[in-house]
């Protein structure tokens, strides 16, 4: 299962690389938190179900919440993927899938949480950046991290050059370890992701 708000890059490339029954994962569903989004036409091209659940058409956010879970739950997901979902998940939601949910952000956690990770960055004056994959938790950004790449920042770069060239890498890091999740037993220790080699 994946969500997403936006283009959706990173959804086609899970959408991509699931093609192949090799890569051990495969795309349930595809939900989204807007409506006319190319996230959705991506999963909808690819023949994916989709849904649209929308906070404007709840009472409140904890609604919303119990609402987005109970709809991510009839599709069974192993696992939930955020790609590129500009909400975070509520209490409700991480009751039911808290632990098997990821999110990407375009950022070296801890460093530069929240909704402008490459501007945060490019401000601060890094010289390196990157994505950061990790296990959803109540906070902004802060869960156990999954994987890391590093992206350098280039003199010139703006806050969306600099975004384009983390999503190049980030795209690859998000395949490579939603693959490793989905098909190898894994653990949380603490804040560590331990994988655990099946017996042969
Ligand atoms: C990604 O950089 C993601 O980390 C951030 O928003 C971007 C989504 O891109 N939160 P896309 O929708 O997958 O193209």
Known sequence: MVLVSGSGTNLQALID?????????????????????????????????????????????????????????AHAPDLVVLAGFMKLAGPAFLARFGGRTVNTHPALSPAFPGMHGPRDALEYGVKVTGATLFVVDAGVDTGPIVAQVAVPVAEDDDAASLHERIKTHERAMLVEWVGRLAREPWTIDGRRIRFHPKEQ
């Open 17 to 73: 690389a699931s093609a192949d029954p090799a890569y051990g994962a495969r795309i349930v569903a595809v939900g989204a938190d807007r409506d006319g989004i190319e996230g959705l036409a991506r999963a909808e091209r690819a023949g994916i179900t989709t849904f649209v659940d929308r906070v404007a058409d709840h009472p409140d956010r904890a609604a919303w919440d119990a609402s987005l879970a109970e709809t991510v739950a």
